[in-house]
């Protein structure tokens, strides 16, 4: 159901077209069986009620079965789960334009249309519903299909968007006094599946050694380069489901660590924060209890035990480590939970020196001399994300860097200094602090040499882009040209 042509921005009061136009979109969209199904569900119908019917099928039942029983329950869920994902998504569309036009110009269709008298949003539905939500979300412990697990979270996601779930809830009890708590995070934790759902989503963060590492394979390097690469990250080729999954879940967290909801909300719950006091309260230790935060660190850890090799964050998967070192940024500059960030780091994971000495010092090898290095490698898509997480990374430590000067930590500071100002030719880590005689300016930075890092692999993306694009015209000329013997031949 294609509603493209009947949104409209913010500064339209009505969709652009003719009248004919219009009134033949109108007809299109409102016989399609798809709206029907939008309309039932939105005035609270039974349907509604059949759907999350489906979805009280257990987790683990779903997980369990086998054969063409457990087929059908995957796909009866699946689908479900699309169906409300769907709804979710174009129901300001339909509210908004759709519905006050058919019911301003009835005649404009040509027959008559029988609109129930009461319709709302979906979320506004699910609220009185607090057991079906809980029901929803537990699906992120799905394992198979992970299409099952990839749904719910992009549902989760525009749910803590919602004005309703994003509200504040009643006073609830907790311990021996009174909370104010967001809706959506006192319905999750309130449940009896609350441990459940954190324990599904940071397995889904878990990063196993037999996945398939390449975010960007050489076919896939040859597609971008024929259609252009314009846009960025944003133009994204489509990933494999667990890398999916994961992207997905950090997205969730950052865009719910916005300074427009108040704190706390899911991002603090699943990060570890307090409830109570997450501007002071220190992080659990992953000893006492799991969280997000703790997995997401473990994913970085990983480039710190694996410098210099392909399965590296930073390598094997650059749009996941973008992510997280942006995550770690946003934690660290955000007034709530700045200071238990930047505390915790420094105590438990001497965080930022550790990323800085092990993050790999060039981002592809260098395109003039290394004749024989895959071609995805320089793809537009690795090659930024790799600049953009090298940005997060510092820009975090730049962070760390001001505040230790503020609070008059000289050591701490001094290490990262004497690093980033240290040799480049000497090798990274601890043994490489202290330069080798001479000033400073007698050596060549790191620091520089990094920036030279940035402008090389910039500069070889695109000579790789260039070539690529010569090979997929080539490509299709000469398919043509057969194509064309062919038709001669056939004469």
Same mark, same amino acid.
């Given at each position: 159901?294609?509603? !493209?042509?009947?949104?409209?921005?913010g500064?339209?009061?009505?969709?652009s077209?003719?009248?004919?136009?219009?009134?033949?979109?109108?007809?299109?969209l409102?016989?399609?069986?798809?709206?029907?199904?939008?309309?039932?569900?939105?005035?609270?119908?039974?349907?509604?009620?059949?759907?999350? +019917?489906?979805?009280?099928?257990?987790?683990?039942?779903?997980?369990?079965?086998?054969?063409?029983?457990?087929?059908?329950?995957?796909?009866?869920?699946?689908?479900?789960?699309?169906?409300?994902?769907?709804?979710?998504?174009?129901?300001?569309?339909?509210?908004?334009?759709?519905?006050?036009?058919?019911?301003?110009?009835?005649?404009v269709?040509?027959?008559?249309?029988?609109?129930?008298?009461?319709?709302?949003?979906?979320?506004?539905?699910?609220?009185?519903?607090?057991?079906?939500?809980?029901?929803?979300?537990t699906?992120? !412990?799905?394992?198979?299909p992970?299409?099952?697990?990839?749904?719910?979270?992009?549902?989760?996601?525009i749910?803590?968007?919602?004005?309703?779930f994003?509200?504040?809830?009643?006073?609830?009890?907790?311990g021996?006094?009174?909370?104010?708590?967001?809706?959506?995070?006192g319905?999750i934790?309130?449940?009896?599946?609350?441990?459940?759902?954190?324990?599904?989503?940071?397995?889904c963060l878990?990063?196993?050694d037999?996945?398939?590492?390449?975010e960007?394979t050489?076919?896939?390097?040859?597609?971008?380069?024929?259609?252009?690469?314009?846009?960025?990250?944003?133009?994204?080729? $489509?990933?494999?489901?667990?890398?999916?999954?994961?992207?997905?879940?950090i997205? @969730?967290?950052?865009?719910? *660590?916005?300074?427009?909801?108040?704190?706390?909300?899911?991002?603090?719950?699943?990060? +570890?924060?307090?409830?109570?006091?997450?501007? $002071?309260?220190?992080?659990?230790?992953?000893?006492?209890?799991?969280?997000?935060? %703790?997995?997401?660190?473990? *994913? @970085?850890?990983?480039?710190?035990?694996?410098?210099?090799?392909?399965?590296?964050?930073?390598?094997?998967?650059?749009?996941l480590?973008?992510?997280?070192? %942006?995550?770690?940024?946003?934690?660290?500059?955000?007034?709530?939970?700045?200071?238990?960030?930047?505390?915790?780091?420094?105590? %438990?994971?001497?965080?930022?020196?550790?990323?800085?000495?092990?993050?790999?010092?060039?981002?592809?090898?260098?395109?003039?001399?290394?004749?024989?290095?895959?071609?995805?490698?320089? !793809?537009?898509?690795?090659?930024?994300?790799?600049?953009?997480?090298?940005?997060? *990374?510092?820009?975090?430590?730049?962070?760390?860097?001001?505040?230790?000067v503020?609070?008059?930590?000289r050591?701490?500071?001094?290490?990262? +200094?004497?690093?980033?100002?240290?040799?480049?030719?000497?090798?990274?880590?601890?043994? +490489?602090?202290? @330069?080798s005689?001479?000033?400073?300016?007698d050596?060549?930075?790191?620091?520089?040499?990094?920036?030279?890092?940035?402008?090389?692999?910039?500069?070889?993306?695109?000579?790789?882009?260039?070539?690529?694009?010569?090979?997929?015209?080539?490509?299709?000329?000469?398919r043509?040209?057969?194509?064309?013997?062919?038709?001669?031949?056939?004469?």
């Amino acid at each position: 159901m294609d509603l !493209s042509g009947l949104a409209c921005s913010g500064s339209q009061q009505r969709p652009s077209g003719t009248g004919t136009a219009l009134a033949s979109s109108l007809r299109a969209l409102v016989t399609h069986p798809g709206f029907e199904i939008a309309i039932r569900v939105l005035c609270g119908s039974k349907l509604l009620d059949a759907l999350l +019917g489906i979805l009280n099928v257990d987790v683990d039942e779903v997980n369990a079965a086998v054969g063409e029983v457990g087929e059908c329950m995957s796909r009866s869920v699946l689908s479900t789960l699309r169906i409300l994902l769907r709804i979710l998504k174009i129901q300001g569309v339909l509210l908004r334009t759709v519905i006050p036009l058919v019911m301003e110009s009835p005649d404009v269709l040509g027959f008559p249309l029988n609109l129930p008298r009461s319709l709302t949003t979906l979320e506004q539905l699910l609220l009185s519903r607090r057991e079906s939500v809980v029901q929803i979300v537990t699906y992120v !412990s799905c394992v198979s299909p992970p299409d099952i697990c990839l749904a719910t979270i992009k549902i989760l996601h525009i749910l803590s968007d919602s004005a309703v779930f994003n509200g504040v809830d009643d006073r609830m009890a907790r311990g021996s006094g009174m909370l104010t708590l967001n809706r959506l995070v006192g319905i999750i934790d309130s449940s009896t599946e609350s441990v459940r759902i954190c324990h599904g989503l940071i397995n889904c963060l878990r990063v196993e050694d037999d996945d398939a590492v390449a975010e960007s394979t050489e076919t896939a390097l040859i597609s971008e380069a024929a259609r252009g690469f314009t846009s960025g990250l944003e133009d994204q080729q $489509s990933t494999a489901p667990a890398q999916s999954i994961r992207l997905a879940i950090i997205d @969730l967290l950052l865009a719910n *660590l916005s300074p427009e909801k108040p704190a706390p909300t899911i991002a603090h719950y699943l990060l +570890g924060f307090s409830l109570t006091k997450p501007a $002071s309260d220190d992080l659990p230790d992953p000893s006492q209890r799991a969280t997000c935060l %703790h997995m997401i660190l473990g *994913l @970085l850890q990983r480039d710190r035990e694996s410098v210099g090799e392909a399965s590296s964050l930073m390598s094997s998967r650059p749009r996941l480590a973008e992510r997280c070192y %942006h995550l770690i940024f946003h934690l660290c500059s955000d007034p709530v939970t700045g200071d238990v960030t930047t505390r915790y780091l420094r105590r %438990h994971e001497d965080f930022f020196y550790s990323q800085i000495t092990s993050t790999p010092s060039l981002i592809v090898p260098d395109w003039t001399t290394s004749g024989d290095a895959p071609l995805s490698l320089y !793809s537009p898509i690795r090659v930024y994300a790799q600049m953009h997480a090298r940005s997060w *990374l510092w820009r975090s430590t730049a962070l760390e860097l001001h505040t230790l000067v503020l609070q008059d930590s000289r050591s701490r500071a001094k290490l990262i +200094g004497e690093w980033l100002v240290g040799d480049a030719e000497q090798a990274d880590g601890r043994d +490489g602090l202290v @330069l080798s005689g001479g000033s400073v300016l007698d050596s060549r930075m790191r620091l520089l040499s990094l920036f030279d890092s940035l402008r090389q692999a910039y500069r070889d993306s695109s000579s790789a882009l260039r070539e690529q694009r010569i090979l997929a015209e080539r490509e299709y000329l000469g398919r043509d040209d057969s194509m064309m013997d062919m038709d001669d031949n056939d004469d």
